[in-house]
T-cell receptor
Framework: DTGVSQDPRHKITKRGQNVTFRCDPI?????LYWYRQTLGQGPEFLTY????????KSRLLSDRFSAERPKGSFSTLEIQRTEQGDSAMYLC??????????FGPGTRLTVL | GQSLEQPSEVTAVEGAIVQINCTYQ??????LSWYQQHDGGAPTFLSY????GLEETGRFSSFLSRSDSYGYLLLQELQMKDSASYFCAVRDTGGFKTIFGAGTRLFVKA
């Protein structure tokens, strides 16, 4: 157990709906990452926070995706107007170092 | 851009030793990380090499050769529970983005 929690663990939604996921890292994790993973692939970087500052965001990410980490603790990832191609596992990882990341259990999103 | 290559699948027998290779192409380099992921689970950090050589942690060891842009993960005394996917990862040059390989699926047979 890495101490990183994510909620919900599963989300089923209809195309066009908005969804929001939450990640709670442990207090020592000043760095927080969001990834997307599809079957048979490695995690794909979405965005990075250092404390409350969002320092990097994937250029592959459309404007429908947004993330926040308002107090440098928990983080949320919102997907607006979901599409079937958004179906994936969304992983959050925390850490005190970029090279050692501790992943949460993930949120599996299914868009119908 | 940066890319990593690793074999898609490896099969080995319980009790044996297996090596999972990773080659990378980067314009800059900080170090190579390894993660394990069981089916339905999240990736778990295994090791990180910033300098050339072998790092040992129990049954798992990781090796890096910066001059060859190559690393490997060595698993000894294989157990059935080692059946999982293994990912190598590097940090993007000049940023915080972490790039993962597509993963190597390890099957351990009795």
């Amino acid at each position: 157990d890495t101490g990183v929690s994510q909620d919900p663990r599963h989300k089923i939604t209809k195309r066009g709906q908005n969804v929001t996921f939450r990640c709670d890292p442990i207090s020592e994790h000043n760095r927080l990452y969001w990834y997307r993973q599809t079957l048979g692939q490695g995690p794909e970087f979405l965005t990075y926070f250092q404390n409350e500052a969002q320092l990097e965001k994937s250029r592959l990410l459309s404007d429908r995706f947004s993330a926040e980490r308002p107090k440098g603790s928990f983080s949320t990832l919102e997907i607006q107007r979901t599409e079937q191609g958004d179906s994936a596992m969304y992983l959050c990882a925390g850490g005190a170092s970029t090279d050692t990341q501790y992943f949460g259990p993930g949120t599996r999103l299914t868009v119908l | 851009g940066q890319s990593l290559e690793q074999p898609s699948e490896v099969t080995a027998v319980e009790g044996a030793i297996v090596q999972i290779n990773c080659t990378y192409q980067t314009s800059g380099f900080y170090g190579l990380s390894w993660y394990q992921q069981h089916d339905g689970g999240a990736p778990t950090f295994l090791s990180y090499n910033a300098l050339d050589g072998l790092e040992e942690t129990g049954r798992f060891s990781s090796f890096l050769s910066r001059s060859d842009s190559y690393g490997y993960l060595l698993l000894q005394e294989l157990q059935m529970k080692d059946s999982a996917s293994y990912f190598c990862a590097v940090r993007d040059t000049g940023g915080f983005k972490t790039i993962f390989g597509a993963g190597t699926r390890l099957f351990v047979k009795a």
